[in-house]
């Protein structure tokens, strides 16, 4: 989830982000990623400085998006009213747990009682750079869970200075993204959270931190942050602050080096044995956890997404298309297992890629990988169920030009608790068939010239159709691709993907289906690269080249059911600065909406209102979540829910009546930071580490959020 677009100052709005931006959290001018040089480092390898791994001559879909603007949205393109005139709320917190409210700003909407879509009725917050955590006017928060808190037996209190490999696998891990609440039955006013910890940064973890010569245990500590985690959590009943049940019998820590189980097609496989493993089926570990999904039979999925990164010494043509370098790698964990060395165990970077199941009722389960759902940069993975009762996964690609994908289930779900049924609904992920999205627009190709004019229809949309790549049974798995086995489909999805001629996206990231309408939705973050020399130019599902900014597409399956092989699909937003014409917000008038940039992870709320998180925006303002309808009159009204600190990501959010919850991904991040030099001071504020941590957000009446 790095991105890839340079800060964008021009314009009325980026004047505004001009006089907001501090000397410290600047985007690095030379670097081609709104975020700093040292988030591309540990959080994805450099891709931004890599060969984008795609160089198959597929079409391009930022060579299809460029047309789903409206005329009439056009006209609308006038002057923005910034909303920086907006009321901000809630500093974050500096000295304590849970921070004390701020009054609105004078004048735009912070004198009159909130409008909006039901769910959305709040005052936006303002663009800032503050280093905290900014909520609305009459909204509180409190930080839930930080790096380091202890939450099983025996885990001793968080001490950085003295920090050990065995203390970490107790405590809770390194830079939160996906997050899930789920409901813990007789606990009253209990619930269990599940969470990702995608990637470590140990020049903010470690003083004095030597990126040539780590030490062993440096390392292991890495390998004990990285991960999943579960930990009950309990409300406070006068407010929705959340905290930590420490010590709860399902509380559960697992690393880098736990036990993990290969299922589907793949398990067993030639490619995927090792020294380690003869047998193919058992992996240690799970690495770089992006985003995720719940199922409906009560389990989380969680995927692995820039897993490329750890691994060293590639040299195949399948290690160069998945992003494997030929040199050392940024952690040097090749030097203290021979695992991450492909030169010296070649098939291990093969079991990794894929999609994990968590059961996280029992404690003592090993998660899954479920490789029927293929290899690949999983963003994230989420689930509904057809008609009658068969699962359907939607996954995208996290990488420049490549490709987003859907898996069918042949299995029902079965409905109750019993044994029985759990473990057949653990094995659901396991038989089905595996599709990659191609996209078609309905405009010819010379109308498309990436400036954001429109072409003579009058908007940007068009059809699509699921190819499909293999399907997996109980009886084994057969290939749709020509030239490639089945196991070969599965492991080498991408390659797959290349040979059917799928669509090439911006950076595919989270993708999720309304719960109201059934529609799909998909974040894709940006890609500075389209138009460039030897690269692909816009398109009708990409309106700009040099995406900066990025877009999110709406998709509707034929009959509104998710098994179809068709589908169409529209433009819904296209981020950036309002005043700049090739924007659209689904219709909505741009000088009613806040400024938005590099969507990522996306969520909804009961009301069918989709949430969107940021990543590296490229405004020069801190990423931060937005709400925006997806229906009715005020469809395309999007405002910004809260922002993040210096240097951090916002992530995982997860929207409840009343409560929202964000994971605060990398804060302090920022070039040239470090434990005695540290670029952000939140939580805790001056004299403490830096630490990524899960906040929770509720309004200060109790009543629901934004109505």
Not at 131 to 146: L, S, W
Not at 183 to 211: C, I, K, S, W
Request: glycine fraction near 12%.
């Amino acid at each position: 989830m790095c991105s890839y677009g340079h800060a964008d100052t021009t314009g009325t709005q980026g004047e505004n982000v001009r006089k907001l931006l501090p000397l410290i959290g600047t985007p690095s001018g030379s670097h081609p990623g709104g975020r700093s040089a040292m988030t591309c480092r540990f959080r994805c390898g450099d891709a931004c400085f890599h060969e984008v791994p795609n160089t198959s001559s597929n079409e391009y879909v930022g060579d299809v998006i460029a047309g789903a603007l409206s005329r009439r949205s056009m006209m609308r393109a006038a002057a923005v009213v910034t909303v920086a005139a907006a009321g901000a709320g809630a500093v974050g917190v500096a000295t304590a747990p849970e921070a004390q409210a701020v009054p609105a700003a004078k004048g735009g909407h912070g004198s009159h009682k909130p409008k909006g879509a039901r769910g959305l009725r709040f005052t936006p917050v303002a663009p800032n750079t503050d280093d905290a955590v900014t909520v609305p006017e009459g909204y509180r928060q409190n930080v839930v869970i930080r790096w380091g808190e202890p939450i099983l037996r025996g885990a001793p209190a968080f001490d950085p200075e003295k920090q050990s490999a065995k203390a970490q696998a107790g405590q809770f891990g390194y830079n939160c993204d996906f997050l899930a609440l789920l409901p813990l039955r007789g606990e009253r006013d209990r619930q269990l959270l599940v969470a990702n910890h995608e990637y470590t940064d140990e020049v903010l973890m470690f003083r004095d931190y030597d990126a040539d010569n780590p030490t062993r245990e440096q390392v292991e500590i890495a390998w004990a942050a990285h991960g999943l985690a579960v930990v009950a959590v309990e409300e406070e009943r006068r407010s929705g602050k959340l905290t930590p049940v420490t010590r709860h019998q399902l509380n559960r820590r697992l690393t880098a080096t736990s036990e993990f189980r290969l299922t589907g097609p793949v398990a067993g496989s030639d490619l995927v044995k090792t020294s380690a493993d003869p047998s193919g089926t058992k992996v240690r570990g799970t690495l770089n956890n992006c985003a995720g999904g719940t199922t409906p039979w009560g389990t989380t999925l969680h995927g692995e997404e820039n897993f490329n990164q750890y691994f060293a010494h590639g040299s195949r043509a399948t290690d160069k298309r998945y992003g494997i370098g030929t040199g050392a790698t940024e952690r040097k964990w090749e030097r203290f297992d021979k695992r991450f060395d492909v030169s010296q165990e070649p098939n291990e970077v093969h079991r990794f890629g894929y999609v994990v199941e968590l059961d996280p009722y029992d404690p003592h389960s090993t998660p899954r990988k479920h490789t029927a759902l293929g290899r690949f940069k999983h963003e994230g993975a989420t689930v509904r169920l057809t008609h009658d009762g068969r699962p359907v996964v939607y996954s995208g690609d996290d990488e420049r030009f490549d490709y987003f994908y859907k898996f069918v289930g042949s299995k029902k779900m079965r409905h109750g608790n019993s044994r029985s049924a759990r473990e057949h609904n653990l094995s659901l992920l396991d038989e089905g068939t595996l599709y990659v999205a191609e996209l078609t627009g309905d405009s010819p190709a010379i109308e498309i010239d990436g400036t954001g004019r429109l072409p003579k229809d009058g908007e940007f949309d068009g059809g699509g159709r699921w190819i499909p790549l293999a399907t997996a049974t109980a009886d084994g798995a057969v290939s749709h691709v020509e030239g490639m086995t089945a196991e070969e489909v599965f492991v080498f999805t991408r390659l797959a993907g290349d040979k059917v001629g799928a669509t090439k996206m911006d950076r595919p990231e989270d993708i999720e289906p309304n719960p109201v309408t059934g529609k799909v939705y998909m974040a894709l973050t940006n890609n500075s690269n389209r138009g460039k020399t030897g690269y692909a130019a816009a398109d009708e599902a990409n309106p700009r080249n040099s995406n900066k900014h990025g877009h999110v597409l709406e998709l509707t399956e034929r009959w509104n059911r998710p098994e179809s092989t068709t589908f169409a699909w529209s433009l819904f937003l296209v981020a950036g600065d309002p005043e700049d014409p090739a924007t659209y917000f689904a219709g909505f008038p741009k000088d009613s909406v806040s400024p938005i940039s590099c969507p990522d992870n996306v969520a909804f709320d009961d009301h069918g209102n989709l949430w969107i998180s940021t990543d590296g925006s490229a405004l020069g303002s801190h990423d931060g979540l937005f709400g925006v309808a997806t229906r009715g009159d005020r469809r395309g009204e999007l405002k910004q829910f809260l922002t993040v600190p210096n240097g951090a990501e916002t992530c995982g959010p997860v929207i409840q009546d009343r409560r929202v919850l964000v994971a605060v991904q990398h804060p302090g991040e920022v070039d040239g930071a470090t434990v005695d030099r540290p670029a952000s001071t939140w939580p805790d504020g001056p004299g403490t580490y830096v630490r990524p941590a899960v906040v929770a957000v509720w309004r200060a009446d109790g009543r629901d959020i934004g109505v």
